[in-house]
């Protein structure tokens, strides 16, 4: 019998599950708060004079699951390439390869920094190995330094984080470091450096080529999903411009969304499905959640990030997807150049680099002017020497309030209450990276989508709810 699900949130978890469902004959509407689907992976395009499109930062589609790769590839159609990754650290005035390459790191460190490094290593692996100190695991800083020893934690590791954090590591999860490190430790990075793995046990992190739209941007693949979703023939809508407001309740049973900017409008359903952050669902809930709930809600953090783009009168800047910039006197912490994603995201003699700023919602740099923030980023670039002065063409700005979940050391103990009450809810599913606080991979919000709008579809068991819980899925 065919259902009808509302789904809250038209990012790519949401997308991909209200594909899904359509695909076996259910009608679905989803609310998108934003004038565009896709979320994070969203793109924006100019088609005038000249051809642009800029995305929310780099995003590269890998899996090491084919039949995932071939559904994102029919969901794009012909516009499709396969893009080379390359992405390096900018310290020192040099460029490190990134994950690290022991000889790169070598050759381009200073010389008493590569003897302090190797000696605290030895000495790590030493205290480590006899027991003669005992190292917690609890945070970012003692788990990266158990394995790294406190050159290389400092250098490669420590800045970076809370820089694009803002929260020293110490205060930081070590489930980040687990999750996003691949490298086991600075043995593990030379053998590495030596003898790359199989292709099948290849990590994440050293995965080379991925695909990518041809034109577009990385929003091609959302709006694919949208149009497919949209002429699937089931009456099934996605909605832009229609932020779920209120979420209606009878007991622990979902009765009604309300939503809209302007007008109120309520749509009802067989079954919900939510994307949007799980905190946001929390505090929509009407009757209100507890109030001892709504603590542990607010003491969730996410970080937001300023996207700052410039366009430049010059063909390129780098051969890198993207470049880390972990000094402490710089304010951007990345950057990325979509010409070397596909080369038809600018025109030939120009290019566009996407400068990233961390912040907190209000804070001093969200409430920056754009020509305060063009001089950031214009002044941070030339300090480096990736451009010169007068290159820059013109600068936009664009935001993203909720882009990462903070895994502060306190996070879990205020994050599994709050999933228990959600979960507790008869008739709504989470799922995505903002609906389950999990700082995921685009690929796993697809696959996440896809199971659960499968399980919905079928009645099916589809462990959707385990996508991104192991160290596997990371690197």
């Known amino acids: 019998m065919s259902k009808h699900v509302v789904i809250l949130g038209g990012g790519l978890a949401g997308l991909s599950c209200g594909y899904e469902l359509v695909q076996r004959g259910h009608r679905v509407t989803i609310l998108e708060r934003e004038a565009h689907v896709g979320g994070m992976a969203s793109s924006f395009i100019e088609d ?144 590495k450096t030596l003898q790359r793995p199989d292709a099948g046990d290849t990590p994440r992190t050293l995965v080379r080529s991925f695909i990518y739209p041809k034109y577009g941007g990385i929003g091609e693949l959302p709006r694919g999903y949208a149009r497919r979703i949209e002429e699937s023939g089931t009456g099934s809508q996605v909605l832009t411009n229609a932020p779920a407001v209120r979420i209606h309740r009878d007991g622990m049973r979902v009765t009604g969304i309300e939503y809209g900017k302007h007008k109120r409008l309520m749509i009802d359903a ?117 451009i010169g002065p007068g290159e820059v063409l013109e600068a936009q700005i664009r935001k993203i309030p909720f882009a990462y979940p903070v895994y502060d050391l306190d996070y879990r103990d205020n994050l599994q209450p709050v999933m228990d009450y959600v979960h507790g809810l008869e008739n709504i599913r989470t799922t995505g990276r903002q609906g389950n606080f999990r700082y995921n991979n685009m690929d796993q919000s697809v696959e996440m989508g896809r199971k659960l709008g499968l399980e919905l579809a079928t009645g099916e068991s589809t462990d959707h709810d385990k996508v991104a819980t192991g160290k596997e899925y990371f690197g």
């Open 48 to 191: 005038g004079e000249e051809y642009w499109t800029q995305d929310f930062g780099p995003h590269r589609f890998h899996s090491q699951d084919q039949n995932l790769i071939e559904h994102v590839r029919d969901i794009l159609g012909d516009n499709v390439v396969t893009a080379q990754r390359l992405s390096r650290i900018v310290m020192f005035n040099k460029f490190f390869h990134y994950p690290l390459v022991a000889s790169n790191a070598l050759k381009n460190m200073p010389r008493h920094l590569v003897v302090k490094a190797l000696l605290d290593y030895a000495w790590v692996r030493f205290l480590d190995s006899t027991r003669l100190r005992r190292f917690s695991d609890r945070d970012f800083e003692s788990w990266v330094t158990r394995r790294f020893g406190k050159t290389l934690y400092r250098l490669f590791f420590g800045q970076y984080t809370e820089k694009a954090w803002g929260l020293h590591p110490s205060k930081i999860s070590s489930d980040w470091a687990s999750q996003r490190i691949t490298l086991l430790n600075l043995w593990d990075t030379i053998k």
């Open 270 to 386: 067989d079954e919900y499905v939510s994307t949007i952050p799980v905190t946001a669902l929390a505090k929509a809930l009407a009757p209100r959640a507890p109030d001892h709930l709504i603590q542990k809600v607010n003491a969730l953090e996410y970080v937001s990030i300023v996207f700052v783009y410039l366009k430049l009168n010059r063909p390129s800047v780098s051969p890198d997807s993207w470049v880390y910039l972990p000094e402490k006197h710089l304010t951007i912490h990345r950057i990325s150049e979509f010409k070397n994603f596909s080369p038809y995201c600018a025109p030939k003699d120009k290019t566009m680099i996407c400068a990233e700023i961390t912040c907190r919602r209000g804070d001093e740099i969200w409430r920056a002017s754009a020509e305060r923030l063009q001089e950031i980023a214009e002044k941070d670039l030339m300090s480096v020497g990736l």
